[in-house]
């Protein structure tokens, strides 16, 4: 059994950062692929950010790109999204999610293994 821990969310102003994290237990990621969603109230699930354990691939969602960064810690079989410039639009609950391939999809419906949530909260 897969267990994912999301951590780090917050409230912060417009333009700051966060720095959330997902520390997975009781499985080897070396061929999983690990992403980030979000969900706002009302809102459909989102594809934020997804790495391919193994190789370092990474692809993220075109609302984030140049401002978020997805990493890993292969050692502590922790995952990192690094938010920055930071909009109220980016207000959110954060899920951490990974399923066993080596692709990377935005699918929430493919991915097997889910965090909790932690939320973010982007003040104007």
């Known amino acids: 059994q897969v267990q994912l821990v999301e951590s780090g969310g917050g409230l912060v102003q417009a333009g700051g950062s966060l720095r959330l994290s997902c520390a997975a237990s009781?499985?080897?990621?070396?061929?999983?692929?690990m992403g980030w969603f979000r969900q706002a109230p009302g809102k459909e699930r989102e594809f934020v950010a997804g790495i391919s354990w193994s190789v370092g691939r990474t692809h993220y969602a075109d609302s984030v790109t140049g401002r978020f960064t997805i990493s890993r810690d292969n050692v502590k079989n922790t995952m990192y999204l690094q938010m920055n410039s930071l909009k109220p639009e980016d207000t959110a609950v954060y899920y951490c999610?990974?399923?066993?391939?080596?692709?990377?999809?935005?699918?929430?419906?493919?991915?097997?293994?889910w965090g909790q949530g932690t939320q973010v909260t982007v003040s104007s």
């Open positions: 009781g499985r080897t990621f070396s061929s999983y692929t």
């Open positions: 999610a990974a399923r066993q391939s080596l692709l990377i999809t935005g699918t929430p419906q493919l991915y097997t293994y």
